[in-house]
């Protein structure tokens, strides 16, 4: 039986290994494991390939929101605008500052923060709005921004799974007032461990960043601030360096995938992702949503289809937020939207074979064997 898996690092590495080994051996040659050149070079070429001002780069996603936050000096008494359907650490980080997580239903096409809903969110405590690219496309920014400007309220975009991604011809995380990305290893520009970096052109804002990332230090041993230990490792930039001359190419790829199970999965029961005309996403998943959801992803694991729930139980939902005064209903297109969400294998390795498995088992379920066995172009036809 063939078996698609939703990644495929081993195959990933095959390509590049031997620039990632040449990297790492040029690292230990030097023994320096903090900071260093490899890091600054990062930052570089991320913020010019972002079209971005300054880029600092952090020891993951979840500590450049955390830093971002810090930055923006919000913290206790303060609330911040949060969609509830993403990863924890959207919302994880607004109340690790002491801030108040205010969670806002999103668009149900889209599946990112309804900008017609902010509004309606918005005290007189709110500072910021973290609007998440989720599954690789951009939320509709211009509306965001406008309600931000109209509140007085920065705008920290999560961009953890959006690197490379395009609203009206910008990039992600040129959208906002700073952004955040995560390197975790399955994300499109994964690296060898955690990391992550904060994107902005706020000059005084990335210094502010650099200072906390190394415990608030302005000078060795003299801290103005608080800070942590923030930093991404000497190594893990080298490596990082190497796999950004792949990101193109393999965020290239993803979307080819994705316009392959469009045209595949077309006449199913299943609602493709739908590709707002804003921008340009990169697919880091492929979701669909069923009414069958749960049998659907028993029958392709059976099938040796890897397949995900990004995200089964909505933030406002979760115990850790109890005290929040969530219940169930009150976000209702983000409840219904985790129980028919599911993510199929997008990653850059599959081959068209491997998707057209896919789309095939997904058929067999709903009971479209026969439509298997036709050529690609009769299905699109029809
Ligand atoms: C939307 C979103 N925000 C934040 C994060 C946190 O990133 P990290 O895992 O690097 O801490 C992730 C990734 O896991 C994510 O998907």
Redesign the pocket.
Known sequence: MRSVSMIDLQGEFELFGAEVRRAVDEVLAGQQFIGGPQVAELEARIAARLGAEHAVAVS??????LCALMALDIGAGDEVAVPSF??F??AGSVARVGARPVFVDIDPRTFNLDADKLEAAISPRTRAVMP?H?FGQCADMDAINAVARRHGMAVIE?A??AIGATYRGRAACTLGDVA?L???PT?NLGGFG???MIVTNDAERAAVCRQLRNHGESQRYHHDRVGGNFRLDTLKAAILLVKLRYLDEFNRRRRAHAALYDALLTDLPVTVPHRASFGEPVY?HYSILSDRRDELMAHLRACGVGCGVYYPVPLHLQKCFSDLGYAPGSLPITEQVCGRILSLPVHPMLQEADLRHVAACIGEFHGAGARRAQPAAAQRGA
């Open positions: 993951n996603g979840t500590d450049a929101l993403t990863f650490a959207t998440v989720l999560d953890a799974q955040c995560s390197f975790y994300k955690e990391g992550g880091h």
